[in-house]
């Protein structure tokens, strides 16, 4: 939980559930997925979700009914207040996030920006 006893990020039911699928599915000592930012993209930022099998010093966590999230403390400032979403389609499956932070996101959607 972030300084205000919110959590820096929320997780729809779709996500949470997708979340507990793939930490059943992740093997042995996986506590849950960490999510962060990298450099990359043609809009600056890129999301980075992976499996974790331990919690870093200074991560947020974020449960949702056994869905766990780890926030990489790096990426901390450009993901407060975003939503974490799991959507399916006929051509593509995967976590997406509205975040309140973008200030543009690239024409793939693979990438986004926030105001310096």
Do not use: H, W
């Amino acid at each position: 939980m972030f300084g205000t006893g919110k959590a820096i990020v929320t997780l729809t039911d779709t996500a949470a559930e997708r979340v507990r699928s793939l930490m059943e599915k992740g093997g042995d000592g996986v506590i849950g997925l960490r999510i962060g930012v990298s450099s990359k993209g043609c809009s600056g930022l890129s999301y980075v979700v992976e499996y974790a099998k331990d919690k870093k010093q200074f991560e947020e966590e974020v449960d949702v009914d056994g869905a766990k999230v780890l926030i990489d403390p790096a990426a901390t400032m450009f993901l407060i207040g975003a939503e974490i979403d799991y959507e399916e389609s006929k051509l593509q499956s995967g976590f997406t996030f509205r975040n309140p932070n973008e200030t543009a996101r690239c024409g793939c959607g693979e990438s986004f920006s926030v105001a310096s």
